[in-house]
T-cell receptor
């Protein structure tokens, strides 16, 4: 089974701090994604990556950046955390198989609170 | 702009009371429609992929169907352990591998 591991289940940070959320997958997947999930808004795509050192903006990239130095690891960075970034953050991965129709495999999320 | 709308937002069923969840979509070039289940405090868990109108997939008490405008997740004789949030997502031809999610239907099945 695919395993997507997010390093922290819960994080509490202060406004203005630089925050790193880490995600590791063990199935050699090419594609990795960061979503945030908020009540009433559903899952929204922040950034995604098709390969090492490649990144693409999703629907809500403002205030975030990403890093993918190794194939299995995809980091989400909050450059200067703000209270409106309090949310559940979900990492996902999927294989590149010559087909667009690959389901995403999700981690269990990091619940971030910014005070 | 691609849109995915799920209804109802919340549904309460008695154990054994069958029902359906709806996912309507407007996308440019549908590549696939996905159903996920999400339990509280966990990430979404993949259930089904549907590729073309008329297709159906089944798993235990769940059956997913697809038309050109919407998908249904039918739940037959549900049990309390089916309680979860069910998410629908689409993959469009112009979105690469990313999925565009609906807001979900929260299902509660009572004994």
């Amino acid at each position: 089974d695919v395993k997507v591991t997010q390093s922290s289940r819960y994080l509490v940070k202060r406004t203005g701090e630089k925050v790193f959320l880490e995600c590791v997958q063990d199935m050699d997947h090419e594609n990795m994604f960061w979503y945030r999930q908020d009540p009433g808004l559903g899952l929204r795509l922040i950034y995604f990556s098709y390969d090492v050192k490649m990144k693409e903006k999703g629907d809500i990239p403002e205030g975030y950046s990403v890093s993918r130095e190794k194939k299995e690891r995809f980091s989400l960075i909050l450059e200067s955390a703000s209270t409106n970034q309090t949310s559940m953050y979900l990492c996902a991965s999927s294989p590149w198989g010559g087909s667009y129709n690959s389901p995403l495999h999700f981690g269990n999320g990091t619940r971030l609170t910014v005070t | 702009e691609d849109q995915v709308t799920q209804s109802p937002e919340a549904l309460r069923l008695q154990e054994g009371e069958s029902s359906s969840l709806n996912c309507s979509y407007t996308v440019s070039g549908l590549r696939g429609l996905f159903w996920y289940r999400q339990d509280p405090g966990k990430g979404p868990e993949f259930l089904f992929t549907l590729y073309s109108a008329g297709e159906e997939k089944e798993k235990e008490r769940l059956k997913a169907t697809l038309t050109k405008k919407e998908s249904f997740l039918h739940i037959t004789a549900p049990k309390p352990e089916d309680s979860a949030t069910y998410l629908c997502a689409v993959q469009a031809g112009n979105s690469g591998y990313a999925l565009n999610f609906g807001k979900g239907t929260s299902l509660l099945v009572t004994p």
